[in-house]
Every structure is written in structure tokens, then in C-alpha cells.
């Protein structure tokens, strides 16, 4: 078996001996807030299942050793992984809507949105937006 392979067989397992003990969880909620918790941990299953299956069929047919994971295919997902936990510290320190509005700005960057007035004005509206249905509408104190 190949490295690759093995490192999904476990990856796999992992995910689903996870996914089952939280299913396993639901059931001392109550039945009604507990449907959709059940029905995510039942699509996220299936979704590794479905993972699982079509590694086995790729690896399956012998299409050579493959080396391990190169930093080039996990520094994106990386990035992204270290920029959420940067919104977590800033939302911590500043609160939302700056936290917000400096990782709306730094994904769009990120992603190469142009104009910069374009990136500022969606940060803009979205802000505006927030404030006026949260603060403005149903009265909840956010700041």
C-alpha cells in the first residue's frame, strides 16, 4: 500500500470514528434540536464514504508510489487555516465588525478582487448591511 493510500485509509477512518461518536451524542439531545446536527453528521459520513471509495478505486488500480504532501499543495489551505485563526484573535481583541471588515478585505486581496474600490465598497455594504438588520432591526447590541 502506498504511502498516499495509507494516509487516506486513516484520514478516512479517523473522520468517521469522529462523525459516529458525535452522531452517537445527538441522542441525548432533545429529538427535535437534534435533527440537524444528525442530518450534518449523516451527509458528512456519506461524503467521507464517498471519499474513501474513490481513494480505494484510485489507489486500487496501481497507479504508482506517490511521494508525500509537498508544501506547494497544503500552503493555500494553510494560509486560509492561519488567517480564520487571526479573525478569531482579532474578533477577540476588537469585536465584529472590525475583525470582519480586515478579513473581508484580506481574502478579497488574497483572491485578487480588483478594483480596490470594489473590495471597499462590498466591506463597506456588508458592514452597513449587518448593522442595520442586527443593531437597526432586531435590536441586538453587536458592538
Known amino acids: 500500500m502506498s504511502p498516499k493510500a495509507r494516509e487516506s485509509l486513516i484520514t478516512s477512518v479517523v473522520l468517521l470514528a469522529v462523525f459516529g461518536f458525535l452522531f452517537a451524542r445527538t441522542f441525548q439531545m432533545p429529538s427535535t434540536p437534534a435533527l440537524f446536527p444528525r442530518m450534518c453528521l449523516v451527509l458528512l459520513i456519506l461524503l467521507t464514504l464517498l471519499m474513501l471509495c474513490m481513494d480505494i478505486r ?69 458592514s452597513v448591511f449587518i448593522y442595520l438588520m442586527f443593531v437597526v432591526w432586531l435590536k441586538v447590541s453587536i458592538l
Open 58 to 126: 484510485k489507489h486500487g488500480k496501481g497507479s504508482g508510489a506517490e511521494g508525500g504532501v509537498h508544501f506547494k499543495e497544503i500552503s493555500m489551505p494553510l494560509l486560509a487555516f492561519l488567517a480564520i485563526v487571526g479573525y478569531v484573535v482579532l474578533f477577540r481583541l476588537f469585536g465584529y465588525f472590525p475583525a470582519t471588515a480586515v478579513m473581508l478585505v484580506g481574502f478579497m486581496a488574497v483572491l485578487k478582487v480588483r478594483p480596490w474600490r470594489l473590495i471597499l465598497a462590498i466591506t463597506a455594504g456588508y
